[in-house]
């Protein structure tokens, strides 16, 4: 089981920029961030497979980076230009499939971090 603990929400203007990241124990084969805003249902935000293919929800359209410090056993995903619509819950996976932004191939999850995009 990976331990992942989630860090870096807040409260952002719209427009404004935040930067997530997650302590991991352990990289495995795929690494992502999740979303869930209340009443929807959790979507996608990116991943990053070992071999450091990336892979981002549509709704992200080049503002998000998905990144991992190795020195420091961390995934990061910095993001951008945010909109009311980001507002949601944050939360790191981990997964042992082959890499996307399906929550079913994630085995472990962290608590979540939240984030509000509000003026």
């Known amino acids: 089981q990976v331990h992942l603990v989630e860090s870096g929400g807040g409260s952002v203007q719209p427009g404004g920029s935040l930067t997530l990241s997650c302590a991991v124990s352990?990289?495995?084969?795929?690494m992502g961030w999740f979303r869930q805003a209340p009443g929807t249902d959790r979507e996608g935000v990116a991943s990053?497979?070992?071999?450091?293919?990336?892979y981002y929800g549509e709704f992200v359209r080049g503002r998000f980076t998905i990144s991992k410090d190795n020195s420091k056993n961390t995934l990061v995903l910095r993001m951008s230009s945010l909109k009311p619509e980001d507002t949601a819950m944050y939360y790191c996976?981990?997964?042992?499939?082959?890499?996307?932004?399906?929550?079913?191939?994630?085995?472990?999850w962290g608590q979540g971090t939240r984030v509000t995009v509000d003026s």
């Open positions: 996976a981990a997964g042992v499939r082959s890499c996307g932004l399906n929550g079913q191939d994630f085995i472990s």
């Open positions: 352990a990289y495995t084969r795929c």
């Open positions: 990053m497979s070992s071999g450091g293919s990336t």
